[in-house]
Antibody, heavy 118, light 107 residues
Framework: QVQLQESGPGLVKPSGTLSLTCAVSGGSISTDDWWTWVRQPPGKGLEWIGEIHQSGSTNYKPSLQSRVTMSVDKSKNQFSLRLSSVTAADTAVYYC???????????WGQGTMVTVSS | DIQMTQSPSTLSASVGDRVTITCRASQSIVSWLAWYQQKPGKAPKLLIYKASSLETGVPSRFSGSRSGTEFTLTISSLQPDDFATYYCQQYNSYSKTFGQGTKVEIK
């Protein structure tokens, strides 16, 4: 059973870049799955950020597209999220998840809290 | 983006009640819809996928249905462990979207 674990700084300064990594264990990242990022601001709902395939293909939420970059590191069996020009509105719990194309998110990481503050 | 309108936003119910949550898509998503349960401080948990397929290990009191672009999650007999927030999510397009969530509270 694949397991996912997010990691990264818990505090990012405004206008800076948020960088998170999701480690994949119990399976290979080099499959036909789409590796996904979802976030949840405190007390609010879930927001899909985007997804990446091991081939490097990506799909991003249109309103975030200009600030989001996702990548895959097959040697480390992990994938990453970079979100630039962050503001307080980017403060959230960030989750990684996996799904096949046209499938739900069956597997989730536990989430990591990121606060944007000076 | 495909918009998902979920209702109600809050629902008060008692143990043993039949509970229904609705999600409407702004355009056709065929049956590419999932339902998740989330408890405070935890990651969402998949309950239903492809509108009506029950995820392995999820109790059979949970069920999902579709009528056109309207989707329903039903809990046939609410149990104490079911008090949580529920989200629908469409995955029909290149941009996935979630509903706003429904918090199921104890009456």
């Amino acid at each position: 059973q694949v397991q996912l674990q997010e990691s990264g700084p818990g505090l990012v300064k405004p206008s800076g870049t948020l960088s998170l990594t999701c480690a994949v264990s119990g399976g290979s990242i080099s499959t036909d799955d789409w590796w996904t990022w979802v976030r949840q601001p405190p007390g609010k709902g879930l927001e899909w950020i985007g997804e990446i395939h091991q081939s490097g293909s990506t799909n991003y939420k249109p309103s975030l597209q200009s600030r989001v970059t996702m990548s895959v590191d097959k040697s480390k069996n992990q994938f990453s999220l970079r979100l630039s020009s962050v503001t307080a509105a980017d403060t959230a719990v960030y989750y990684c998840a996996k799904a096949q194309w046209l499938d739900a998110f069956h597997v989730w990481g536990q989430g990591t809290m990121v606060t944007v503050s000076s | 983006d495909i918009q998902m309108t979920q209702s109600p936003s809050t629902l008060s119910a008692s143990v043993g009640d039949r509970v229904t949550i609705t999600c409407r898509a702004s355009q056709s998503i065929v049956s590419w819809l999932a339902w998740y349960q989330q408890k405070p401080g935890k990651a969402p948990k998949l309950l239903i996928y492809k509108a009506s397929s029950l995820e392995t290990g999820v109790p059979s009191r949970f069920s999902g249905s579709r009528s056109g672009t309207e989707f329903t999650l039903t809990i046939s007999s609410l149990q104490p462990d079911d008090f949580a927030t529920y989200y629908c999510q469409q995955y029909n397009s290149y941009s996935k979207t979630f509903g706003q969530g429904t918090k199921v509270e104890i009456k």
